[in-house]
């Protein structure tokens, strides 16, 4: 992409995060990292090598500031993420589906020396056809057509063998994502934060207004590291106490 489109691009994702609600802060913060989105998106670079998520900006900022050392992550679907909640110091329990991808997440927390990541490969089972729904969280289902007939159910079940109220923050950022998202709730600290990537998708809405009047919400749409495309990540605080 030239740098003419870029900034084409760029002016027309910052004015769909201003009319999607976007405060004058975050706005502020997008126009200071112009540079850095168009050098990423220009590049598409690893999120292994820049070790971000792919979270919007003011997202990654909010974290920044909410991340302390000895926070217990998980995560669905791991990366940049698994990099920057290990780089902060949080243990991190990681679910992926990707063979050939979990081999590369877990090589480069080695080369980095993160030794509190804990990612385990949890493949979807291929079962003839499609398990219905993805918006339908019982469903177990991927919205990839690639993945049309697979159930990720016990990828999606996979923190039911954690404690209630064990994680600081859950992450929710891979496949089946309102199945994921569901099995998470109970999961979250008092206090902690789930959080949902791209929460704008349609087939994530069901969910989203199922918590929406019991967890505080906090929206940060806007643009991402090395995405072309505007979307929101969204976190919902578990009530303290």
């Known amino acids: 992409m030239t740098n003419a489109k870029l900034l084409v691009t760029f002016t027309r994702l910052l004015r769909r ?80 589906h990707d063979e050939e991808w979990s081999k590369a997440v877990v090589a480069a927390a080695a080369t980095r020396g993160f030794d509190k990541v804990d990612l385990k490969l949890i493949l979807p089972v291929d079962v003839g056809a499609s398990p219905g729904d993805p918006a339908d969280p019982a469903r177990y289902s991927s919205s990839r057509d690639e993945y049309k007939t697979f159930s990720f159910e016990a990828y999606a079940k996979a923190i039911d063998a954690y404690p209630d109220n064990s994680f600081d923050i859950v992450l929710v950022d891979g496949r089946a994502r309102p199945s994921c998202f569901v099995h998470a709730q109970s999961k979250v600290k008092p206090g902690g934060w789930l959080i949902l990537d791209d929460a704008q998708r349609e087939s994530y809405q069901r969910v989203q207004r199922e918590i929406d009047s019991t967890w505080a919400r906090k929206a940060f749409p806007g643009l991402a590291p090395s995405k072309d495309q505007w979307g929101t990540t969204a976190m919902w605080q578990k009530a303290a106490g």
């Not at 991340?67 to 990099?83: D, H, K, Q, R």
């Open 17 to 96: 995060s201003w009319l999607e609600g976007a405060d004058a802060a975050s706005i502020k913060l997008h126009l200071s990292l112009y540079r850095q989105w168009a050098d990423s998106v220009a590049r598409q670079a690893s999120p292994l090598t820049e070790e971000v998520p792919w979270f919007t900006y003011s997202a990654i900022d909010f974290l920044q500031r909410t991340l302390m050392p000895g926070m217990m992550v998980f995560e669905y679907g791991s990366g940049g993420s698994t990099m920057f909640w290990a780089k902060a110091g949080a243990s991190v329990v990681s679910i992926e």
